[in-house]
Nanobody
Framework: QVQLAESGGGLVQPGGSLRLSCVAS????????MKWYRQVPGKEREFVAT????????NFADSVKGRFSISRDDLQNTVYLQMNNLKPEDKAVYYCGVWGHDYWGQGTQVTVYS
């Protein structure tokens, strides 16, 4: 059974940083690309970042390029999203998922306030 557990969300002022973590289980983590999406009420879930199975390819939404980074630790079955220079428009529930599959965690709330 695939399980994904996000953590690390919280309240932060504009310009601040957060690091989200997603611990995965129930599949061979090292063989799968992983992704982060985010969603605000009333809108569709949107792509944020992805990392390939070997970590040699990453891609980001234009809105977060230069501010966010993604990484993975295959020994810990964990994917990370480092978010720097956060803006109010980054406020959302952030979800991790398995690339090419419809598996999602429960999400973690990120709120950027001034």
């Amino acid at each position: 059974q695939v399980q994904l557990a996000e953590s690390g969300g919280g309240l932060v002022q504009p310009g601040g940083s957060l690091r989200l973590s997603c611990v995965a289980s129930g599949f061979t983590f090292s063989s799968k690309g992983m992704k982060w999406y985010r969603q605000v009420p009333g809108k569709e879930r949107e792509f944020v970042a992805t990392i390939s199975s070997h970590g040699d390819f990453v891609n980001f939404a234009d809105s977060v390029k230069g501010r966010f980074s993604i990484s993975r630790d295959d020994l810990q079955n964990t994917v990370y999203l480092q978010m720097n220079n956060l803006k109010p428009e980054d406020k959302a529930v952030y979800y991790c998922g398995v690339w090419g599959h419809d598996y999602w965690g429960q999400g973690t709330q990120v709120t950027v306030y001034s």
